[in-house]
């Protein structure tokens, strides 16, 4: 057998504003403009970068990527007014996710930053600026799940909308 493929989707919750944007489309009308939360995500394994763009693409965010905290810095600068929320790797050559969560803070200390660790005392001994620490191996949607309480308090104007910042493994 050669060539075999297979994907994962996740069920998706439709409003009644998603079912009438469904029927503008099939009527033939164009449908309302939709915004979607951008994220930037910084791993310095690619493979988790394209795992992040993928995954969570299917969840409905644009996804930019950095491969460490000196890109992500330039790309937050050159976009700071379109991403939303920050999701990092610890653990990087060159800068921490602790670190990069303090410069991208003293850019926008509203931004949403969830720093993702496999190790026990980091996520224990998070720094007040960031926001959630996860620990490697959490499920996406346990993520997400963070990812849109952040989004949430930031809109209502609350920095961390009350998240616990550490965040147990499934």
């Known amino acids: 057998m050669s060539g075999v493929a297979f994907g994962i989707f996740r069920a ?3 409003t009644i504003s ?3 944007c469904c029927g503008e489309i099939l009527k033939g009308q164009s449908p309302p403009l939709m915004n979607r939360p951008t994220l ?7 493979g988790i970068r394209e795992l992040y763009e993928a ?9 930019l990527v950095a491969e460490g905290g000196h890109q992500a810095l330039d790309l937050f600068r050159s976009k700071v007014k ?12 060159g800068m921490n996710g602790a670190q990069l969560a303090a ?3 003293s850019y926008d200390p509203d931004i949403p930053v969830i720093v993702i660790s496999g190790s026990l005392p ?5 720094p007040y600026f960031v926001d959630a620490a996860v620990p490697k191996g959490a499920s996406v949607e346990k993520i997400v799940d963070n990812i849109e309480a ?12 009350g998240l616990s910042r550490k965040m147990p493994p499934d």
Do not use: N, W
Request: charged share 30%; hydrophobic share 35%; glycine share 8%.
């Open 55 to 63: 995954m969570l693409g299917t969840y409905g965010y644009e996804v």
């Open 40 to 46: 930037l995500c910084v791993d310095d394994d690619p």
């Open 103 to 105: 410069e991208l803070k």
């Open 122 to 126: 980091i996520l224990e001994q998070t």
């Open 150 to 161: 952040l989004l949430e308090a930031r809109r209502a104007g609350h920095a961390s909308g």
């Open 82 to 93: 379109e991403i939303d929320a920050v999701i990092s790797d610890y653990e990087m050559p």
């Open 12 to 14: 998706r919750t439709f």
């Open 18 to 20: 998603s079912f009438r």
